[in-house]
């Protein structure tokens, strides 16, 4: 089954803190990760994204951690703050078919000043 | 570069009723999206086309929800007749191809009584 498990379900951050946020996948046929950034009454936009060659991705604040072996993939938000306030959501699909995205169910981050 | 432009943005209809939403992509994408995103919940896909052919319909109530995408730029999503478990925010993406980042719209908020 095509499904991905999204933790937790909210989070509240200090500002400067470390936001994490976990993701697990069944189907090892995935390869593509992305992780994509919502905020009210818009739609979601792309943040960052992993394929399985690597095991770590960092553009800016914003790193993603990936272990293959444990099918598992997490956002790391360094510094966070107040404009970081949105809900998160993971993904994945299998790219090289073109495939469907199946989201996770989201994380609603609230980074307090 | 203009984004995914959507209308209506909301939309208050009574159970049974007809609704039809409206998507314009991005000029030149050849790939555009349709899903349903129920409160609190991540994005479902509801259907992909790839210019004006239909690449994946698998997870559409086919007895309720239509789509069309006639001249393989801006689309249109019909639900008739509506029924309560219908409320959510109807997203639409577009991509160049299927295989290259999405960009999603606003969405259209739908309520259903």
């Known amino acids: 089954q095509q499904q991905v498990k999204q933790s937790p379900q909210s989070l509240i951050v200090q500002k400067g803190g470390i936001s994490i946020i976990n993701c697990a996948y069944e189907n090892t046929a995935f390869d593509y990760f992305p992780w994509y950034q919502q905020f009210p009454g818009k739609g979601p936009a792309l943040l960052i994204a992993i394929r399985p060659d690597v095991s770590e991705k960092k553009e800016g604040r914003f790193t993603i951690s990936f272990n293959k072996s444990a099918k598992q993939f997490s956002l790391h938000i360094m510094d966070s703050q107040p404009g970081d306030s949105a809900t998160y959501f993971c993904?994945?699909?299998?790219?090289?078919?073109?495939?469907?995205?199946?989201f996770g169910e989201g994380t609603q981050l609230t980074v307090n000043p | 570069e203009a984004g995914v432009a959507q209308s209506p943005r909301y939309k208050i209809i009574e159970k049974r009723q007809s609704v039809a939403f409206w998507c314009n992509p991005i000029s030149g994408h050849a790939t555009l999206y349709w899903y349903q995103q129920i409160l609190g919940q991540g994005p479902k896909l509801l259907i992909q086309?790839?210019?004006?052919?239909?690449?994946?319909d698998s997870q559409l109530p086919k007895d309720r929800f239509s789509a069309e995408r006639l001249k393989g730029v801006d689309s249109t999503l019909k639900i008739q007749p509506a029924k309560l478990e219908d409320s959510a925010v109807y997203l639409c993406?577009?991509?160049?191809?299927?295989?290259?980042?999405?960009?999603f719209g606003p969405g259209t908020r739908l309520t259903v009584l």
């Open positions: 993406a577009s991509s160049w191809t299927g295989f290259n980042e999405q960009f």
């Open positions: 993904a994945a699909s299998i790219e090289t078919s073109g495939s469907r995205l199946t």
């Open positions: 086309f790839q210019n004006n052919g239909v690449v994946d």
